[in-house]
């Protein structure tokens, strides 16, 4: 088993930055990659990034909508995965969570409760 908790939000004007963190506990070492989703209100939890967990070096993915705005990095002596989310748009409003799986594809096997991200006009 393996516990998520993702800690960082709050409210931010447009153009603002915010820092995620998602701190993991138990068996981490069968991590493969962890994730990043939102979703807001009225809408389906969509894709925000993912990074390998175990490489030598994160590999990691964006989705189009946060790619050159959102970086995600790790720090595996901490068992923490941050997203750094910088030009933040009103659109980016929603509950983000972390999820973390055992293989390089499917679903996701774990997720946090989710931080509230609150981006103002």
């Known amino acids: 088993q393996v516990q998520l908790v993702e800690s960082g939000g709050g409210l931010v004007q447009a153009g603002g930055s915010l820092r995620l963190s998602c701190a993991a506990s138990?068996?981490?070492?069968?991590?493969?990659?962890m994730g990043w989703f939102r979703q807001a209100p009225g809408k389906e939890r969509e894709f925000v990034g993912r990074?390998?967990?175990?490489?030598?070096?994160?590999?990691?993915y964006y989705a189009d909508s946060v790619k050159g705005r959102f970086t995600i990095s790790r720090d595996n002596a901490k068992n923490t995965l941050f997203l750094q989310m910088n030009s933040l748009k009103p659109e980016d409003t929603a509950v983000y969570y972390c999820?973390?799986?055992?293989?390089?594809?499917?679903?996701?096997?774990?997720w946090g409760r989710g931080t509230q991200v609150t981006v103002s006009s």
């Open positions: 999820a973390a799986r055992h293989r390089n594809h499917g679903q996701y096997d774990y």
């Open positions: 138990g068996r981490t070492f069968s991590i493969y990659d």
């Open positions: 990074a390998t967990w175990m490489t030598t070096s994160a590999v990691t």
